[in-house]
């Protein structure tokens, strides 16, 4: 790479970046009182991810003997 490359890359990265965090700064934003001022929505109820049937009880029973 010659050296009259490397300024002008260096500089479009800082840029890149530059506009990258000004984005994400301005993407926060300041919202209206009201919205703030909610309270926030109960959690929904977590699924059930594993239940204990008859099948997975017998199951366990002959891991273990």
Same mark, same amino acid.
């Given at each position: ?5 490397? &300024?002008? $890359?260096?500089?479009?990265? *800082?840029?890149?970046?530059?506009? !990258?965090? !000004?984005?994400? *700064? ?5 919202? &209206? @009182? *009201? @919205?703030?001022?909610?309270?926030? @929505? &109960? @959690? ?20 273990? $003997?």
């Amino acid at each position: 790479m010659t050296e009259s490359k490397k &300024p002008a $890359r260096r500089t479009f990265l *800082a840029g890149l970046l530059t506009g !990258a965090g !000004a984005v994400a *700064a301005l993407s926060r934003g300041a919202r &209206p @009182a *009201a @919205a703030r001022a909610e309270a926030p @929505a &109960p @959690a929904p109820a977590a699924p059930v991810l594993y239940r204990r049937t008859e099948d997975v009880e017998r199951y366990y029973r002959t891991l273990y $003997r």
